[in-house]
């Protein structure tokens, strides 16, 4: 008789051997968003390392100090436990025969291998290893070559570097899971539109333009993001009008809390493609005897003037991975009545390209 079925160990063996999409998915990044991982074949004492670390451990506004990143230096033999990590920095020799450029040439691939082994450069990765993950390729044919680099080029290195971490952090942030039919409510009812991660609970005043998004999760710490909109005739952005905007607004909607006089900063900035201010400083409240770090946005889109601000309430935690999630949500915010989307426009990696 002619047999229809495959015996049953046969077809469990043909399963396991086919192809599963889901298998093909990579696994979240590994480590905090302010952590950054290097590993060089360089030796983990060298001087040329000092330049990365100078550039990214760049102060935090917040009660306590506290660098943008911390860091972890590693030896080619640590790469294959250190590949998943969320930030990611190859320094590599290619001209040296070990983990570390074996996988910087596998990134660059052959064009871009022979570019640096010429001229030492950079580049900047999404997503290479794991979901989240940021990697930097520093590379070129000697040592020296790499140092002159990272001595010119370590601030723009950072930059790039920089808005990438955040721009990941959307991965992570929304693998949660988050609340389209909220989001697609306040699209059409106030005419702007931002992706609501899961665990955040909305707050309207309808009535003087303001939405604040809450975290309700009691196991992590307080987060607040705050938007508000309002009519503007002039394409001009007052930072002295931003500046007590925020204050007002603070004292209104977060229970009267203030900016501790002296803390904030400000600076002219860009959020897609816009021009815009940005402040940074803490708050302080003195009827809780509490406060943290906040940044603010300002900027004018579809004939308003919108200003987004995000607050971090943890004591006794690192703040900046949790404004880096507020960072995150922000740049899923959308101007006029479009789809929430994570549509960044960050400019390509240079260099290397």
């Known amino acids: 008789m002619k047999r229809l079925f495959a015996a049953p160990s046969l077809l469990l063996a043909a399963l396991l051997l086919m192809p599963c999409g889901c298998a093909q998915k990579k696994l979240p990044a590994l480590g905090p968003s302010n952590l950054l991982t290097v590993v060089t074949n360089l030796g983990v004492g060298d001087e040329s390392i000092d330049y ?23 030896g080619p033999a640590e790469l294959t436990r250190q590949r998943d990590s969320r930030n990611l920095v190859l320094v590599a020799d290619l001209t040296k025969e070990d983990a570390v450029s074996r996988k910087a040439r596998e990134v660059l691939g052959s064009r871009r291998t022979e570019q640096a082994l010429q001229r030492a450069g950079w580049t900047v990765l999404p997503n290479v290893e794991a979901l989240g993950q940021t990697m930097v390729v520093v590379a070129g044919g000697d040592r020296s070559s790499i140092e002159r680099l990272l001595a010119a080029e370590a601030e723009k290195l950072y930059a790039r570097a920089d808005s990438m971490v955040t721009e990941r952090a959307v991965d992570i942030v929304y693998m949660r899971g988050e609340e389209p039919a909220m989001a697609r409510y306040l699209e059409s009812r106030y005419g702007w539109s931002v992706r609501i991660p899961r665990g955040f609970r909305t707050v309207e005043d309808r009535k003087n333009g303001v939405v604040k998004l809450v975290s309700a999760d009691s196991q992590e710490p307080a987060r607040l993001f705050l938007a508000y909109w309002t009519p503007s005739r002039t394409a001009a952005i007052d930072p002295e009008y931003c500046l007590r905007l925020r204050s007002r607004l603070a004292w209104l909607y977060y229970d009267e809390d203030r900016i501790d006089p002296g803390s904030a900063t400000i600076s002219e900035t860009t959020f897609q493609g816009r021009k815009a201010v940005r402040i940074d400083g803490i708050w302080q409240n003195e009827k809780h005897l509490i406060g943290g770090p906040f940044f603010t946005l300002c900027f004018i889109a579809e004939g308003r003037l919108y200003l987004l601000d995000g607050a971090v309430f943890a004591p006794g935690m690192e703040k900046s991975p949790w404004l880096r999630q507020l960072e995150a949500v922000m740049l899923t915010f959308r101007a006029g009545r479009k789809p929430a989307r994570a549509d960044y426009g960050f400019r390509a990696s240079r260099l290397l390209c």
Do not use: N, Q, T
């Open 52 to 74: 990365i670390k100078a550039a990214f451990a760049k102060p935090v506004k917040s009660v306590e100090k506290e660098s943008r990143y911390s860091f972890e230096v590693h």
